[in-house]
Nanobody, 126 residues
Framework: FQLQASGGGLVQPGGSLRLACKAS????????IVWIRQAPGKEREGVSV????????RYADSAKGRFTISRDNARNMVYLQMNDLKPEDTAVYYC????????????????????WGQGTQVTVSS
């Protein structure tokens, strides 16, 4: 299977971007798609995750109220709508998955995800 992230770019503070992750060839045993970001000099952070089966979502505190994750199973797509972007959101954003289901409390743990797509750069700057 393959994960392909797209939609990054340069945006001014307060602006919006919509990232897309195409998850080709995944079976239903790959429950979760997570968006992970890595900023220069910082640890990787699980930003948001969605359960492909039941649509359950979860957000890091840094994303709550600004980011929205959604899925379109018919198109094998997962989206991350990012609003009110801040300079600290600047990072490479990856979508990732794993085989099997996680308990909800573990779904933003970066170490739980074994299959990653290539990243897409998001830069928030004036």
């Amino acid at each position: 299977f393959q994960l392909q992230a797209s939609g990054g770019g340069l945006v001014q503070p307060g602006g919006s971007l919509r990232l897309a992750c195409k998850a080709s060839g995944l079976t239903s045993d790959y429950y979760h798609i997570v968006w992970i970001r890595q900023a220069p000099g910082k640890e990787r952070e699980g930003v948001s995750v969605i359960n492909r089966r039941d649509g359950t979502t979860r957000y890091a505190d840094s994303a709550k109220g600004r980011f929205t994750i959604s899925r379109d199973n018919a198109r094998n797509m997962v989206y991350l709508q990012m609003n009110d972007l801040k300079p600290e959101d600047t990072a490479v954003y990856y979508c990732a998955t794993r085989f099997g289901r996680l308990v909800l409390s573990a779904t933003l743990s970066v170490a739980q995800y074994h299959y990653w797509g290539q990243g897409t750069q998001v830069t928030v700057s004036s």
